[in-house]
């Protein structure tokens, strides 16, 4: 294992940053558009101003109600084998989320994304080793009307067994999604026993803003126990400072709201310290998820959730790259080493090419291979007598080989990481099989999978029974 994370900040500077967090929040203050958040934090003692609707948070009760919080967050799968918890089991990786588009990978043409699509996607999450976690990847351009969200989780659920997450646009919507849930769980009991979806939300609108229904939504899973949590956004220079300091400084005070927040609905409640934070590129204004300061920042928040002892989430390994190019390669590459190196315990990264506007099935597989190898990385140099490996050197003496001895057989698959889609063959072998490239390669591996009988789906009894309970829902096939 990796014995020391990487750290861009001091522990004195980390200090630094949470107390001017504790300044953010203490002198300028959160607006708070919810009344019924607003009237939680008056009295739960901080400073509420009902005319400008700015809530200013005493120092002391924001250590009262970080005290508070757990040190980890479990996600629960249908399957009980793919249950992961965090820190314990990380770093974990997620498939990235809620693309509008998708690469059609029969077509190469870019086309809005619907229901098959997701069935497709979370049959492939639940295939490759790299990933751990199924998030929504895109919406769901057929979805009937008032069915936008089970139209998304349905098709999720069906076709992968590990554990999901994904938003809801509003509190009927999760209501329903969790009435099906307990459908596929068998009962109710089943389900809130070992709740196999987590929402996420954003109660903060960068900067320093709490709106309405997300700030509903906030309330309303924590009092129901839902796994949730909130994602922190800021860009700097358009809704963060343009220093990645401040903008670290600003993202630390609004996870911290957040999570005040949520203590004073429900103490103990779990948190995870999930950011996005972005630079813009400031000749365009344009988003730029795909920078290097976005691997940068995650490493810095990283660093503040280990000082706050909860676990850290990241939305990385974006890119601006259209096609899976070099850009994509890089830009993927760097941002999620950083983030790993840094000690992220969850990197949400798989699969999104244009500034996270677009789904690409062949950037999946890659990406769940970036992922594998980045485990790889945490692995390090497994430490120990037997891996020193002093007995097997002495027996082969200078001039030997090792590839035919016993030591090296026992290792052969375990050892070093083997790809799927890198290709390692000579230039001849590689041009009389086709001469394909990563994405190709890829996108065959993606139809290889989808041939297969699916070991996901859930029986016809259940299916039965959900598509009862919803007229007209989606298929939810994982078919080509």
Same mark, same amino acid.
């Given at each position: 294992m990796?014995?020391?994370?990487?750290?861009?900040l001091t522990q004195e500077q980390v200090q630094q940053v949470h107390e001017a967090s504790l300044e953010i929040l203490e002198s300028v203050g959160v607006l708070a558009r919810n009344r019924e958040g607003r009237d939680l934090f008056a009295r739960h003692g901080c400073h509420v101003d009902g005319e400008t609707q700015i809530v200013r948070f005493p120092r002391a009760i924001v250590g009262q109600y970080l005290a508070t919080c757990p040190p980890t967050f479990t996600y629960h799968g249908r399957d009980p084998r793919y249950d992961r918890t965090l820190p314990d089991d990380?770093?974990?990786?997620?498939?990235?989320?809620?693309?509008?588009?998708?690469?059609?990978? &029969?077509?190469?043409?870019?086309?809005?994304?619907?229901? $098959?699509?997701? +069935?497709?996607?979370?049959?492939?999450?639940? !295939?490759? @080793?790299?990933?751990?976690?199924?998030?929504?990847?895109?919406?769901?351009?057929?979805?009937?009307?008032?069915?936008?969200?089970?139209?998304?989780?349905?098709?999720?659920?069906?076709?992968?067994?590990?554990?999901?997450?994904?938003?809801?646009?509003?509190? &009927?919507?999760?209501?329903?999604?969790?009435?099906?849930? $307990?459908?596929? +769980?068998?009962?109710?009991?089943?389900?809130? !026993?070992? @709740?196999?979806?987590a929402f996420q939300y954003c109660a903060t609108v960068s900067p320093l803003t709490?709106?309405?229904?997300?700030?509903?939504?906030?309330?309303?899973?924590?009092?129901?126990?839902?796994?949730?949590?909130?994602?922190?956004?800021?860009?700097?220079?358009l809704t963060s400072p343009l220093t990645l300091l401040g903008t670290l400084a600003q993202c630390t005070a609004e996870f911290l709201a957040e999570t005040v927040l949520v203590q004073m609905v429900r103490a103990g409640?779990?948190?995870?310290?999930?950011?996005?934070?972005?630079?813009?590129?400031?000749?365009?204004?344009?988003?730029?998820?795909?920078?290097?300061e976005t691997g940068i920042l995650t490493m810095g928040c990283a660093q503040m959730a280990r000082y706050y002892q909860v676990p850290c989430a990241a939305f990385v390994g974006s890119t601006n790259a259209k096609l899976n190019d070099a850009q994509s390669g890089y830009e993927t590459g760097m941002s999620t080493v950083a983030a790993m190196l840094g000690g992220v315990d969850l990197l949400a990264m798989g699969g999104l090419l244009d500034a996270m506007m677009t789904f690409d099935y062949a950037k999946l597989v890659i990406d769940g291979e970036i992922g594998l190898m980045l485990k790889r990385i945490t692995r390090g140099l497994e430490f120990s007598e037997e891996n020193m490996a002093l007995g097997v050197l002495s027996d082969v003496g200078p001039g030997g080989t090792f590839v035919e001895t016993r030591h090296t057989l026992k290792r052969a698959r375990t050892e070093t990481f083997l790809p799927t889609v890198a290709d390692r063959q000579m230039r001849h072998q590689w041009q009389s099989g086709g001469a394909l490239d990563s994405e190709a390669r890829a996108l065959q591996h993606v139809r290889d999978i989808l041939r297969r009988d699916n070991p996901a789906v859930f029986s016809p009894d259940v299916d039965a029974k959900i598509r009862a309970q919803f007229e007209n829902l989606v298929p939810g096939d994982a078919r080509l």
């Open positions: 990796i014995a020391h994370r990487a750290e861009l990380g770093p974990l990786v997620a498939n990235s989320s809620s693309a509008p588009d998708i690469l059609d990978p &029969e077509t190469g043409q870019v086309r809005r994304a619907r229901s $098959e699509d997701i +069935a497709r996607i979370a049959y492939l999450v639940n !295939e490759l @080793p790299g990933y751990d976690i199924l998030a929504l990847p895109v919406t769901a351009e057929d979805a009937p009307p008032g069915q936008f969200s089970i139209s998304r989780f349905y098709p999720a659920l069906k076709n992968c067994l590990k554990p999901v997450r994904g938003s809801a646009p509003s509190l &009927e919507e999760a209501k329903a999604i969790l009435r099906m849930c $307990e459908q596929m +769980a068998g009962s109710e009991a089943a389900f809130w !026993e070992r @709740p196999f979806v709490m709106d309405v229904e997300s700030t509903e939504k906030l309330l309303r899973y924590t009092e129901w126990g839902v796994p949730s949590f909130g994602a922190i956004v800021p860009n700097a220079g409640t779990p948190r995870v310290f999930d950011a996005l934070p972005t630079a813009a590129d400031m000749r365009t204004v344009a988003y730029a998820p795909g920078a290097i």
